[in-house]
């Protein structure tokens, strides 16, 4: 399929957080629609074992959908930061733990229909102790899940963001072969 080709582009926004855009375009068949993309930097999504087979999750409010998710540690990647950096960070600041083993899982795009987002996966383990402050970690909760119960959480929705879902379906097929 041939690409389609950016004729103008407008900024309508600029944020902390995403940036979004309206881009005129030209299709291979020569008709000119538009397209609407949130610029969003590369993330992480981090499926965190501990030494007893628990994976690691956060609960935390999420005000775009006015409740709070399980999720699996994740953030944002920041400008010259490696992900496995960005996994090591993320995990001291929102679970108080610093893995000595990371494992690259995968990656994906998460809205590629109008955003710029990458989440790169990743498996950490051999935890130890290490807290770093941050300034968005309030009132996250740390809860233990047996790793067994995972498919549970996800069937029920209890587990219903998509980069939980995609982290935690991948590490269960690539590392315990369900």
Not at 40 to 45: K, L
Not at 105 to 132: K, M, N, Q
């Given at each position: 399929?041939?690409?389609?080709?950016?004729?103008?582009?407008?900024?309508?926004?600029?944020?902390?957080?995403?940036?979004?855009?309206?881009?005129?375009?030209?299709?291979?068949?020569?008709?000119?629609?538009?397209?609407?993309?949130?610029?969003?930097?590369?993330?992480?999504?981090?499926?965190v074992?501990?030494?007893?087979?628990?994976?690691?999750?956060?609960?935390?409010?999420?005000?775009?959908?006015?409740?709070?998710?399980?999720?699996v540690?994740?953030?944002?990647?920041?400008?010259?930061?490696?992900?496995?950096?960005?996994?090591?960070?993320?995990?001291?600041?929102?679970?108080?733990?610093?893995?000595?083993?990371?494992?690259?899982?995968?990656?994906?795009?998460?809205?590629?229909?109008?955003?710029?987002?990458?989440?790169?996966?990743?498996?950490?383990?051999?935890?130890?102790?290490?807290?770093?402050?941050?300034?968005?970690?309030?009132?996250?909760?740390?809860?233990?899940?047996?790793?067994?119960?995972?498919?549970?959480?996800?069937?029920?929705?209890?587990?219903?963001?998509?980069?939980?879902?995609?982290?935690?379906?991948?590490f269960?097929?690539?590392?315990?072969?369900?």
């Amino acid at each position: 399929m041939l690409p389609e080709k950016k004729l103008s582009c407008e900024q309508i926004y600029n944020g902390r957080s995403v940036n979004l855009h309206v881009d005129w375009v030209q299709k291979s068949s020569g008709k000119k629609t538009t397209r609407e993309v949130v610029q969003h930097r590369d993330c992480v999504a981090v499926v965190v074992l501990d030494d007893q087979d628990n994976v690691l999750l956060v609960h935390q409010f999420r005000y775009p959908v006015g409740k709070s998710l399980l999720e699996v540690p994740a953030g944002g990647i920041d400008a010259g930061e490696e992900p496995v950096d960005c996994v090591r960070r993320e995990l001291q600041e929102e679970i108080g733990y610093l893995p000595r083993k990371i494992k690259k899982l995968g990656g994906f795009y998460s809205i590629p229909g109008y955003g710029t987002e990458y989440l790169h996966c990743y498996l950490a383990t051999d935890l130890v102790p290490s807290r770093l402050m941050a300034e968005d970690t309030e009132g996250i909760e740390l809860v233990r899940v047996p790793t067994n119960q995972i498919p549970q959480l996800i069937a029920s929705d209890e587990i219903c963001d998509a980069k939980s879902i995609a982290a935690l379906l991948t590490f269960l097929f690539i590392t315990k072969g369900k």
